[in-house]
């Protein structure tokens, strides 16, 4: 499964620098989930929300985050506690709904193989066949809450080592918190970017849309990010997995961050990058993941057998060729395409 969550933002996507207008937006930065965000709103009243946003994200980080030791996620996979949040459970349904729609692609499950090759908080293993054999069992039945008599959420977990993680799925869902937050507040135009997870409410003062680029596959993962296309974006999300910056390299090998929840092993196909647009983020986050498991053709099978879901159907592909790479866009993503790079 993709991970997304590092020190630096490893997102496929960087904001276009918006036009000279009278009225300029507030702009907030800071970090959360092992990654950095970046916020800008129009507000009549000229707020700063950066502390009420940074305390939403630290209390995120206390219930979802892998990389805080005592968040409840961490009590969780430790068995140190079975007793979870209301949030928490939102969570994981979202997750396990994913699960299913998408035949097992999309799997919380699969955090201890993500672990053992090196694309989790721990450092990496020397995977063999064996541990992998070893791990696999436990990824793939999904964990659930149940209500006890005295109303406490109880997670039950198929077995002892299942192993949550909700990284693909984690960051999207922070955004549109984030996004309902500034809501809440009356602001009605704003955008909201949470490692490469993107929101985008109303428009700006002058009547344009929020622009959001989806950046070209690196070279490596030094690369300086070029944009491919970019995208016009009214009261939705964009969010890019990609395998391009996110690897390791051993005995001449580069292995992906993407771990296939069925082989347990980093994915290996021509597929570099999935951007999906949705209404939701954390939606948008949990499909370009599993796209990526997929692979490009059973990601477009997958596209064609759920024609009458809008949010499975505007969606970007970057995948390798002869020509060293190309594009497919659906019919739904060409129509908010911007301005095309090439």
Known sequence: ???????????????????????????????????????????????????????????????????????????????????????????????VDMHSLTDGAFDCTVGKLVSAWGFGSSARSDVSDSLISALLPFVGPQPYVVTDSLGRLLLRKPFPETYIDFNAIAQGYSTDLVSRFLMQQGISSFIVNIGGEVFARGSKPDGSPWIVGIERPADNKYSAPVLQTSIALHDQSVVTSGNYRKYYEKDGMRYSHTINPATGRPVEHQLLSVSVIDTAAWRADALATAFMVMGLDRALEFIADNSDDPGTQAVFFIYADSNGYSTYATETFNNLISSPTH
């Open 1 to 95: 499964m993709s991970l997304k969550h590092s020190a630096l933002a490893i997102c496929s996507l960087i904001l276009v620098g918006c036009a000279q207008r009278s009225e300029m937006p507030i702009r907030l930065q800071g970090f959360a989930q092992g990654t950095t965000y970046t916020i800008s709103y129009f507000d009549d009243q000229h707020r700063d929300l950066q502390h009420q946003i940074d305390s939403l994200l630290a209390d995120f980080d206390l219930t979802a985050s892998l990389w805080v030791d005592s968040s409840l996620l961490c009590r969780v996979n430790s068995g140190a506690d079975s007793i979870v949040n209301a949030t928490f459970a939102d969570i994981l349904r979202l997750a």
